[in-house]
Nanobody, 124 residues
Framework: QVQLVESGGGLVQAGGSLRLSCAASRRTFSPSCMGWFRQAPGKEREFVATITWSAGNTIYADSVKGRFTISREKAKTTVSLQMNNLKPEDTANYYC?????????????????WGQGTQVTVSS
């Protein structure tokens, strides 16, 4: 069984930056992709970004394009999310996820492994 552990959330003012990291508990874990989702209070969980493990191809939600950057470090089995120019509407609990499947990489049901989440709060 693989566990995902997120870190790096916190409170930041609008326009600021945060970097989230996620580490898999097993270094030999080789998913098809790893990504980030977020859930704000009273809202459905939504896709943020994902990266394919082998080629490093990335997909972003329109709402974060140009502001967020996802990257991975294969040797450490970690994925990071650099978030710049944060807005109050980015406030949410951010979840790291990993998938071994193939299909729509923006669909949360493709992801079998999930972290506990880390809170990001952006004040105006």
């Amino acid at each position: 069984q693989v566990q995902l552990v997120e870190s790096g959330g916190g409170l930041v003012q609008a326009g600021g930056s945060l970097r989230l990291s996620c580490a898999a508990s097993r270094r030999t874990f080789s998913p098809s992709c790893m990504g980030w989702f977020r859930q704000a209070p009273g809202k459905e969980r939504e896709f943020v970004a994902t990266i394919t493990w082998s080629a490093g191809n990335t997909i972003y939600a329109d709402s974060v394009k140009g502001r967020f950057t996802i990257s991975r470090e294969k040797a450490k089995t970690t994925v990071s999310l650099q978030m710049n120019n944060l807005k109050p509407e980015d406030t949410a609990n951010y979840y790291c996820a990993a998938s071994n499947g193939m299909g729509s990489l923006t669909n949360q049901y493709m992801y079998a492994y999930w972290g506990q989440g880390t809170q990001v709060t952006v004040s105006s």
